[in-house]
């Protein structure tokens, strides 16, 4: 008979590539107070800077009563300001 031990890193790695797809395929979202806890920005700065940068991030209105940040774009945005330094 086969041993479970065997197939354990196999079923393991397949763990890890279908969880690893699912990530990559959902879009995460974030509120102000967590873009601005991840930017180091005070949410009345980003307010100001989505009216007056237009290579800022833009927020989502995902319902009539809840506004988000898609977390890939702010992920961008923060590395692009880094290689400008």
Not at 4 to 17: G, V
Not at 29 to 44: G, I, N, P, Q, W
Not at 50 to 67: A, Q, V, Y
Request: with cysteine.
């Amino acid at each position: 008979m086969f041993s479970d031990d065997a197939y354990s890193p196999l079923i393991e790695r397949s763990i890890r590539l279908c969880v690893d797809w699912m990530e990559n395929k959902m879009q995460r979202f974030l509120r102000l107070h967590e873009v601005a806890k991840l930017t180091t920005l005070s949410e009345s700065t980003i307010k100001r800077r989505e009216k007056d940068d237009p290579d800022f991030i833009r927020r989502l209105k995902i319902s009539p009563r809840r506004i988000v940040f898609d977390a890939d774009e702010v992920d961008g945005w923060m590395k692009r300001k880094t290689e400008d330094q």
